[in-house]
């Protein structure tokens, strides 16, 4: 008795998962592998039905049961045999996907860039214009003979003027950077040092071994906003008093390192800050570099990223340099 109630079990459980595998064929785009899986679970099935008519005192011929344990045996086995093929599919489906991310990612960054160039070129060659020529006509004006009240709100005009105008270029320079553009990525970012340096009370030290060397533009672009932000994030949040970075070139691998001697923090726990640690991180992923961001409490942070200069991955040799 306990052993037909066992038969019945089995046979529903079995046919459960026969409909489930049935399913799934259809989801694995018809693979034989699946479609030999999905055979041994019906033949299972079947087996478990013929046992339970013998069970039940029915006449099944011997050569049943032989035929239904070749076919099981021959279904799973090649189904085992060949599961790598199921696995090499499912991994060029992550190939492809991740092949995607990269190019939506691209295609994205690059748009921004071209945005950033087109408002920059539209500010320096439209309102710039337009501002230096009212400085000229108030130049003009301060050689009048004025009452002392009127040269006052003459200066005063003029400052403002003055002030708008470089507000302008400093915006114009930060959407889209014209020393970066014109001479590279090393002089680009020595600029912007530069420039951070002397407007926050921090020491910021910058060493590297590129020249005038000119890489893809991407590259370029991306590793210098990698760094302004960085940068940025570290005078923001920090409270730091000291900030390392280091940039070379080694063979075909750019390696970029980044430290400041801040209070850091916990990178799983950074979601707000700028750009964002995992935004850094996914702008260096679509150069096929390798990025690295490290800080604890009270030790500051570091920063280690690869990018091969032709565009290919970089491998773990180089981002162990």
């Known amino acids: 008795m306990w052993i037909k109630i066992l038969l019945v079990v089995a046979i529903l459980v079995q046919v459960v998962a026969s409909v489930y595998a049935v399913r799934l064929i259809r989801t694995t785009k018809y693979n034989s592998i699946w479609i030999l899986f999905t055979l041994g679970f019906t033949l299972l099935s079947v087996e478990r039905i013929v046992q339970l008519l013998r069970a039940s005192d029915q006449e099944i011929p011997y050569e049943v049961f032989v035929w239904l344990g070749v076919i099981i045996s021959v279904s799973m086995s090649l189904g085992v045999m060949y599961a790598s093929k199921l696995f090499r599919y499912i991994a060029s489906l992550n190939r492809q996907r991740q092949l ?9 960054l690059r748009t921004e860039e071209k945005s950033r160039s087109r408002f920059s070129k539209e500010l320096h060659d439209g309102l710039g214009p337009l501002l230096s020529s009212a400085r000229m006509s108030l130049s003009a004006l301060r050689r009048e003979q004025l009452a002392e009240d009127q040269q006052e709100i003459l200066a005063n005009t003029t400052y403002v003027i003055d002030e708008a105008i470089r507000s302008l270029r400093e915006i114009s320079n930060n959407l889209s950077p014209h020393v970066l553009n014109d001479f590279g990525l090393a002089r680009g970012i020595q600029n912007f040092v530069g420039k951070s340096a002397t407007i926050h009370d921090v020491k910021i030290r ?36 000291e900030i390392n970075l280091s940039l070379s070139r080694s063979g075909r691998t750019l390696s970029l ?32 570099g390798r990025c690295e961001i490290t800080s604890s409490k009270g030790r500051g942070m570091q920063a280690r990223i690869r990018v091969a200069t032709d565009g290919s991955a970089v491998g773990e040799e180089a981002s162990g340099q």
């Open 206 to 241: 910058f060493v590297t071994n590129l020249r005038d060397e000119r890489y893809d533009t991407d590259v370029e672009v991306i590793l210098y906003r990698v760094v302004c932000e960085l940068i940025n994030n570290s005078l923001r949040h920090s409270g730091c008093s």
């Open 100 to 108: 995607l991310n990269k190019r939506i990612l691209t295609a994205v």
């Open 257 to 288: 390192d980044y430290s400041d001697n801040g209070r850091g923090f916990d990178p799983e726990a950074l979601t707000d800050c700028g750009m964002g640690l995992s935004n850094i991180a996914s702008r260096i992923n679509s150069l096929s």
